[in-house]
């Protein structure tokens, strides 16, 4: 098995079939093999388990991947990396790799398809600059028992957050209503090449096989929680009524009143049970209409 954290290996590799990084895809590889090993390792994979990678690179993450689970999909948008990947995964008779953009896939299909019979994850290291729309389709996706991946540290910190804290954020919302975050540990800038600016950091969701809270209207419920981070700093009231138009400034303060909320609440504030007693709310007043 090539080692592909060597830099030694695989800049010459890389050199011979004239690759460069491409910054737009926001390529940094990994040169730290403690990583891969220790990601494939905390997300629990084994022979029962079905992985869809998104973004496997040179294939640091895909081998130690390949060692473990039943099957490896591998998503890659970059085709220069055909023939790269094909020496250094090429020898797994478990590993597959689709060419295209994961965001037009349809995800439940192909994991039916792919892992029949296996326990379906995924598994990434993310591109910073498309983190949160690929997160986004694997929550919405609904079909994994748990998402590790890599990301910026500060997008970690914001997934795992508690309400009341800086970095609670509607995507905290939206990423805790499916599933349980967990962080798992830092990598610091020197593990990659090239090196970013940013500390990264390891974080695994585990999804949610139960959602303890009753909501009414899923959509209502998430345009509940946009409107109140829309206008953080100011009280909850601002952000229902310019999210909800139709409410207006005094129905969105009867709609918290009827909540059982003080009338100078923050959206910050609130957790998940919170916002969707909140949303309901808002549903009761809909219908009533």
Known sequence: MIDVCDIHVMK????????????????????????????ATESGVDESVGVLEIGPGVGPLTQQLALRAGKVCAVEVDERLKP?????????????????DVLKQDIPTLVREKFAGLHPVACANLPYYITSPILTAL?????????????????ALRIAAAPGSADYSAFTVFCQYYAEPELLFDVPPHCFL???????AVITLRTRKERPWEILDEATFFRTVRAS???RRKKLSNGLASGFPELGKAG????????GFPENVRGESLS??????????????????
Do not use: Y
Request: glycine share 4%; hydrophobic share 50%.
């Open 12 to 39: 010459p590799l890389l050199s011979e079939q004239g690759f460069h990084f491409s910054k737009a895809k926001g390529q940094n590889f990994l040169i730290a093999s403690w990583v891969p090993q220790a990601i």
């Open 84 to 100: 790269i990947l094909q020496k250094t995964v090429g020898e797994f008779s478990n590993v597959e790799i689709l060419w295209g």
């Open 139 to 155: 929550l919405e996706a609904d079909c994994f028992e748990a998402v590790t991946v890599m990301v910026q540290k500060e997008v």
């Open 194 to 200: 090239p090196q970013p600016k940013v500390t990264s």
């Open 229 to 231: 981070f829309a206008m």
């Open 252 to 259: 969105a303060a009867e709609v918290i009143q009827a909540a």
């Open 272 to 289: 998940i049970p919170e916002f969707a007693r909140i949303a309901n709310e808002i549903v009761k007043r809909r219908e009533q209409a």
